[in-house]
């Protein structure tokens, strides 16, 4: 297929759509120790995101979007380095990717991983879907933001190209630098060339059109040192059925951190009820089961959406409050003082507003 725009031949498009796909706890998880390693508490991280220092090692905890991007917003307050997503990106190994990791490298060739992983990029942690395109005798691999990630987007772009880069070094080995000859950098150099260049571990092109990595066509067919067609085969099934296990498992902790981060005024326990069509004892016994409650869920909830209106400037603490289902400005400032340890002026002052 031609894209018109470009002249470019599209040898893989990405179509999956990353919106509704819930994620698997370990990205979250390995943010928070990064975290830890720089001296941030695990409960700073986690704040406002319904995510408990306990649930980062269950294999059961699914995650969103929004949650991950509330998690790593609390890294950026506490966290000055100019460039937290490169740092991030090192501790992302393949490995993180659980069963898609373990596949990626019996794949035959290089084209091969790239398309597995693709393929099923539903089971890793990016906010991007990823393109490969031809001209001539190069490939261009890019990274497509599908919905938007505001202000950070540069923190998962630095994040996932790191990773994309790590992960090929581990998988092709020596050949590495036959595949990658350039990376594409959408942003322009201000005195930052050797920091993302050591990071990427590869020459960098500032101020490209598109983020991309990109090398000779031929080296998508180099054969892959690990390459095991019985073995793919096997993990190939296992990711398969992860995939329909992700899709058909909504915890119950899930489905009501939805309606709390979604719905306003912020519902309490009986709406949540009715809205899940289940009785309100059915609903505390059923968190119950998961380790949680509702009142924990719900304060959590009012913290991390107060925190997003009030990075909003000219949204006023009344319509806040209100949001938030008080009837009151006053007791919407208490909760929220009790809740971060600040109160709303103060902590617009801390964001310069």
Same mark, same amino acid.
């Given at each position: ?32 120790? /990064? ?92 906010? /991007? ?70 990071? /990427? ?92 409650? /509702? *009142? ?41 003082? *009790? ?15």
């Amino acid at each position: 297929m031609i894209n018109d725009d470009s002249g470019e031949e599209v040898l893989f498009q990405g179509a999956t759509d990353l919106r509704r796909h819930p994620f698997l706890i370990n990205g979250i998880t390995r943010l928070a120790e /990064f975290a830890q390693r720089q001296g941030i508490d695990s409960e700073a991280i986690l704040a406002g995101t319904g995510i408990r220092p306990a649930d980062l090692y269950s294999a059961q905890i699914l995650v969103s979007a929004r949650q991950e991007f509330r998690a790593v917003e609390n890294l950026l307050r506490h966290y000055s380095d100019p460039h937290p997503g490169l740092q991030v990106g090192r501790c992302f190994r393949l490995s993180v990717v659980g069963l898609l990791g373990s596949a990626v490298p019996h794949c035959a060739t290089a084209a091969d991983a790239m398309r597995f992983f693709m393929d099923h990029i539903g089971l890793s942690y990016t906010h /991007f879907l990823i393109d490969i395109t031809r001209r001539e005798d190069r490939f261009r691999l890019s990274f497509r933001e599908q919905y938007s990630l505001g202000g950070l987007y540069r923190f998962f772009l630095e994040r996932d190209m790191v990773f994309t880069l790590q992960a090929i070094r581990d998988v092709i080995g020596e050949h590495a630098r036959d595949v990658v000859h350039e990376v594409w950098w959408p942003f322009h150099d201000s005195g930052e060339r050797a920091a993302v260049e050591q990071a /990427f571990g590869f020459p960098v092109r500032f101020g490209a059109d598109q983020p991309a990595i990109v090398g000779p066509v031929a080296a998508l067919s180099l054969p892959l040192p690990q390459a095991d067609a019985i073995t793919l085969s096997l993990l190939e099934e296992q990711c398969e059925r992860l995939e329909r296990q992700l899709a058909m498992r909504s915890q119950t902790r899930d489905r009501v951190w939805r309606l709390l981060m979604t719905e306003s005024p912020l519902p309490d326990m009986d709406r949540v009820a009715r809205s899940l069509n289940m009785t309100t004892r059915t609903l505390r016994r059923k968190l119950e089961a998961e380790g949680i409650n /509702f *009142r924990d869920l719900r304060q959590a909830a009012m913290q991390g959406r107060s925190l997003e209106l009030l990075r909003q400037p000219g949204t006023s603490v009344a319509s806040i409050a209100e949001t938030m289902g008080y009837s009151e400005p006053s007791s919407f400032i208490y909760a929220f003082r *009790r809740a971060s340890g600040t109160t709303p002026a103060r902590y617009r002052r801390e964001l310069g507003q």
